[in-house]
Structure formats: structure tokens, C-alpha cells
């Protein structure tokens, strides 16, 4: 819990201080803003991103259709933090918990990635579902895959298991 809560303020200070830079909203969401955009041109969509006039977040623009909104919860630091903390809190030896942490979180980086430009092309595809997949699917794809990770973790890895062997 103290790591989760000591990341979390770390983060919240991140935001904090983001604010004003070249990077709007946040470097990191930047970030993923424009590797959205780029992944999306590059399966044929004419994908933009811009900064949001009136809050926090870029705005994408599919085939010059404003389609949805990246905020800061969008760009996986917060699931990450999560991921982080619960194997921390089941640690297993130094070098393996530091390699599982790094490859966890690069792994659900680009899972979230992922997610949004299929999100990103289910909404332009099919507009009458988008409750459903930002709602529903595309959070359980990526909460589930957390999930199987810590189960992975916890099952090959972490000290819990080595003392119940």
C-alpha cells in the first residue's frame, strides 16, 4: 500500500508540474497522443491529434472526424503504478522482481497502445457501440491482462510461493 500511495503522489506531482510544458496536456500522454496517430496513419487511417482548446486532453481526428478524447487516464501510468505496486508487495528476488516490473509495464504500455487505436477504429467503424467498448471491452482488456500478470507473478515468481512450496 505505501508504494501504491508513494507512486501515486510522485505521479500526482508529475501532472502538477507538467502543467505549462511543450507537452500538452502531459509528455507521457503526449506521447501517447502522437504514437496513437502514427499507428493509426500507418494502418491507412488519416489520423490527427491536437491540443484541446478547453481541457486537458488532445483530441483525435480520424479521416477529419473529431472521434474521442486522450486524457491523462488514457496513458497507462496509472495501471502501471497498480501493476508496480502489487508485485512489490509480493516480491520475489531483486534482479528477477526489477526485469519483471520493466518488461510488465513496457508490455502493458503497449497493450494500452494498442488498445486505443483498435478503440479509436471501433468508434469510427461502429459509433452506436462506443459505450460498450470504452466502457466495457476495452477496460477488461486491459485490467484482465493486469490480472494475468499478477497471477503469473504471484505463481511463478514471488516470495509467497517459495515459502508455501
Same mark, same amino acid.
Given at each position: 500500500?505505501?508504494? /501504491?500511495?508513494? &507512486?501515486?503522489?510522485?505521479?500526482?506531482?508529475? $501532472?502538477?508540474?507538467?502543467? +505549462?510544458?511543450?507537452? /500538452?496536456?502531459?509528455?507521457?500522454?503526449? $506521447?501517447?497522443?502522437?504514437?496513437?496517430? @502514427?499507428?493509426?496513419?500507418?494502418? +491507412? /487511417? *488519416? @489520423?490527427?491529434?491536437? @491540443?484541446?482548446? *478547453?481541457?486537458?486532453?488532445?483530441?483525435?481526428?480520424?479521416? +477529419?472526424?473529431?472521434?474521442?478524447?486522450?486524457?491523462?487516464?488514457?496513458? #497507462?501510468?496509472?495501471?502501471?503504478?497498480?501493476?508496480?505496486?502489487?508485485?512489490? @508487495? &509480493? #516480491?520475489?528476488?531483486?534482479?528477477?522482481?526489477?526485469? =519483471?516490473?520493466?518488461?510488465? #509495464?513496457?508490455?502493458?504500455?503497449?497493450?494500452?497502445?494498442?488498445?486505443?487505436?483498435?478503440?479509436?477504429? +471501433?468508434? /469510427?467503424? =461502429?459509433?452506436? =457501440?462506443?459505450? &460498450?467498448?470504452?466502457?466495457?471491452?476495452?477496460?477488461?482488456?486491459?485490467?484482465?491482462?493486469?490480472?494475468?500478470?499478477?497471477?503469473?507473478?504471484?505463481?511463478?515468481?514471488?516470495?509467497?510461493?517459495?515459502?508455501?512450496?
Amino acid at each position: 500500500m505505501l508504494v /501504491y500511495i508513494s &507512486f501515486s503522489v510522485l505521479y500526482k506531482f508529475y $501532472l502538477q508540474f507538467s502543467d +505549462g510544458s511543450k507537452f /500538452y496536456p502531459d509528455y507521457i500522454t503526449h $506521447l501517447v497522443s502522437k504514437q496513437t496517430e @502514427a499507428l493509426l496513419n500507418t494502418f +491507412g /487511417y *488519416n @489520423a490527427e491529434v491536437l @491540443a484541446h482548446p *478547453n481541457e486537458p486532453s488532445m483530441k483525435l481526428i480520424l479521416n +477529419g472526424k473529431y472521434l474521442a478524447r486522450i486524457i491523462e487516464g488514457c496513458n #497507462s501510468i496509472s495501471v502501471i503504478i497498480l501493476f508496480v505496486s502489487f508485485v512489490i @508487495a &509480493f #516480491s520475489g528476488k531483486l534482479k528477477t522482481t526489477f526485469f =519483471y516490473i520493466l518488461s510488465g #509495464s513496457v508490455l502493458i504500455y503497449t497493450v494500452n497502445l494498442l488498445r486505443i487505436v483498435i478503440l479509436s477504429i +471501433g468508434l /469510427y467503424h =461502429y459509433p452506436d =457501440y462506443s459505450e &460498450f467498448l470504452h466502457t466495457v471491452v476495452f477496460p477488461g482488456i486491459i485490467y484482465g491482462m493486469v490480472f494475468l500478470l499478477w497471477i503469473f507473478w504471484v505463481n511463478r515468481f514471488s516470495k509467497l510461493k517459495s515459502r508455501n512450496e
